[in-house]
């Protein structure tokens, strides 16, 4: 089973700046997903064409089990996460990462039922600052929705902005997570035509079988966004 994280930076290419989402769609496409987790996914804005992305996303890939959470929001729309799968919720929950005046931030969390069993999956995308990123940790973490999980296998992926790699060994740590995309070495996701920093990361807890993580570095996936896709595959 897999599942693909791909912050796609509204559609517009990381390099050429063009906005051609049928170029991002093709990026996930290729890497066959089962869930897919994006983050800066528009809706109605200008840049975009006043697209509905979200909604594309669900006609081109065909998943009915979807959430969309609205964090920045634009003068006629705005920004936010995306979530598509396979498969069925069993619950599911969107919380907000906002920590005081800085941007808006969230995470989504679902209860999928596999063909293998249930999987705790959370997508989100974190703040730019050091200390609000350990913030945001620590209220999912602690957040009495995602406890509702606990008994679960548990999967957390998304764009950290984790530029110093800190949140493995400080909140994660804590709470008995282990970090799938080490060591950061084979796992530099950003800016995708010349990858530098792993900031794309996924965190696990629970009964797996199986897991393994690799970022894709096809020539499309260099042009589509400015950052790289993160694929999670898994066995439970």
Same mark, same amino acid.
């Given at each position: 089973?897999?599942?693909?994280?791909?912050?796609?930076?509204?559609?517009?290419?990381?390099?050429? =700046?063009?906005?051609?989402?049928?170029?991002? +769609?093709?990026?996930?496409?290729?890497?066959?997903?089962?869930?897919?987790?994006?983050?800066?996914?528009?809706?109605?804005?200008? =840049?975009?064409?006043?697209?509905?992305?979200?909604?594309?996303?669900?006609?081109?890939?065909? %998943?009915?089990?979807? +959430?969309?959470?609205?964090?920045?929001?634009?003068?006629?729309?705005?920004?936010?996460?995306?979530?598509?799968?396979?498969?069925?919720?069993?619950?599911?929950?969107?919380?907000?990462?906002?920590?005081? &005046? =800085?941007?808006?931030?969230? &995470?989504? +969390?679902?209860?999928?039922?596999?063909?293998?069993?249930?999987?705790?999956?959370?997508?989100?995308?974190?703040?730019? &600052?050091?200390?609000?990123?350990?913030?945001?940790?620590?209220?999912?973490?602690?957040?009495?929705?995602?406890?509702?999980?606990?008994?679960?296998?548990?999967?957390?992926?998304?764009?950290?902005?984790?530029?110093?790699?800190?949140?493995?060994?400080?909140?994660?740590?804590?709470?008995?997570?282990?970090?799938?995309?080490?060591?950061?070495?084979?796992?530099?996701?950003?800016?995708?035509?010349?990858?530098?920093?792993? $900031?794309?990361?996924? %965190?696990?807890?629970? =009964?797996?079988?199986?897991?393994?993580?690799?970022?894709?570095?096809?020539?499309?996936?260099?042009?589509?966004?400015?950052? $790289?896709? $993160?694929?999670?595959? %898994?066995? $439970?």
């Amino acid at each position: 089973m897999r599942v693909l994280s791909y912050n796609i930076h509204k559609g517009i290419g990381g390099r050429d =700046r063009r906005y051609q989402l049928d170029r991002i +769609m093709e990026v996930i496409e290729t890497e066959t997903p089962d869930i897919i987790c994006l983050q800066e996914v528009d809706r109605h804005v200008r =840049r975009s064409r006043y697209d509905n992305q979200p909604e594309r996303f669900a006609e081109r890939f065909g %998943f009915t089990h979807r +959430m969309y959470q609205l964090n920045v929001q634009l003068k006629s729309g705005g920004y936010g996460n995306l979530v598509l799968s396979r498969w069925p919720f069993r619950t599911h929950h969107q919380i907000q990462l906002t920590q005081q &005046a =800085r941007k808006p931030r969230g &995470a989504q +969390m679902a209860i999928i039922e596999t063909p293998q069993g249930a999987v705790h999956l959370v997508n989100w995308h974190l703040g730019l &600052a050091e200390r609000e990123r350990h913030w945001q940790t620590r209220r999912l973490l602690e957040h009495h929705l995602f406890c509702e999980g606990r008994e679960t296998p548990q999967l957390i992926i998304g764009d950290t902005n984790d530029w110093r790699n800190t949140l493995a060994s400080g909140p994660f740590v804590v709470h008995g997570f282990q970090q799938l995309t080490a060591p950061i070495s084979r796992f530099r996701s950003f800016p995708a035509y010349l990858p530098l920093g792993s $900031l794309d990361k996924a %965190f696990w807890r629970g =009964r797996f079988s199986q897991l393994s993580a690799h970022v894709s570095k096809r020539r499309l996936c260099r042009d589509a966004s400015d950052h $790289l896709p $993160l694929i999670v595959d %898994f066995e $439970l």
